[in-house]
């Protein structure tokens, strides 16, 4: 079974503060994404990365950035968290292989808590 | 740029009935895959389906089926016989064969009541 790991369940932290959200995937997938999900709003894509030190912006990346320094791992970081980056963070992969991508597979998400 | 529309936003039906998740894409791609996922109130998202853009066939899985419409961008999911395990939040998505942009609709909970 593919398996995508995310550092915390829930995280608290003070507004200014900079925050690492990791991620780790064991399936040798090319393919990771972040992604944050509010009421109403779905799921927004933030960055993803198709391979090593390769990242791209999503829909809504301001405020974010992301390293991907090993195949397996994804971090997310807040430069200085802020109020309204309180939000569900998922995290998933995705193999691309046949030049065709498949389908992703989350992590269990990180409900993040800025105060 | 892809864009996912689910206009239902919540839902709410009596176990045993039938129910139909809509989904409608856009795209300036001319091939793609559609998704569906299930989000149950654990939280983690469940792959359901992919259906890639040259298929129109339509699918069913048990009590789940799915109807890919090209014509009209549009792909539907419907359950029969609904069951108080499938209440959750679903899920459309959409990304490019050849390219990492996975797009989400907003979702739609559902509701399933004894």
């Known amino acids: 079974d593919v398996k995508v790991t995310q550092s915390s369940r829930y995280l608290v932290k003070r507004t200014g503060e900079k925050v690492f959200l990791e991620c780790v995937q064991d399936?040798?997938?090319?393919?990771m994404f972040w992604y944050r999900q509010d009421p109403g709003l779905g799921l927004r894509l933030i960055y993803f990365s198709y391979d090593v030190k390769m990242k791209e912006k999503g829909d809504i990346p301001e405020g974010y950035s992301v390293s991907r320094e090993k195949k397996e791992r994804f971090s997310l970081i807040l430069e200085s968290a802020s109020t309204n980056q309180t939000s569900m963070y998922l995290c998933?992969?995705?193999?691309?292989?046949?030049?065709?991508?498949?389908?992703?597979?989350f992590g269990q998400g990180t409900r993040l808590t800025v105060v | 740029a892809q864009k996912v529309t689910q206009a239902q936003t919540e839902i709410s039906v009596v176990e045993k009935e039938d129910v139909t998740l809509d989904c409608v894409y856009e795209t300036r791609d001319t091939t793609y895959y559609l998704f569906w996922y299930k989000q149950p109130p654990s939280g983690e998202l469940v792959f359901l389906i992919r259906?890639?853009?040259?298929?129109?066939q339509n699918e069913i899985s048990g009590r789940y089926s799915w109807n890919f419409q090209k014509s009209t961008s549009s792909f539907n999911f419907t359950i029969t016989a609904s069951q108080v395990v499938d209440s959750a939040v679903y899920f459309c998505?959409?990304?490019?064969?050849?390219?990492?942009?996975?797009?989400f609709g907003a979702g739609t909970r559902l509701t399933v009541k004894p």
């Open positions: 259906r890639n853009s040259f298929d129109e």
């Open positions: 998505a959409l990304t490019p064969i050849q390219n990492n942009d996975m797009r």
């Open positions: 399936m040798d997938h090319e393919n």
């Open positions: 998933a992969s995705s193999l691309f292989t046949g030049g065709m991508n498949t389908e992703a597979f």
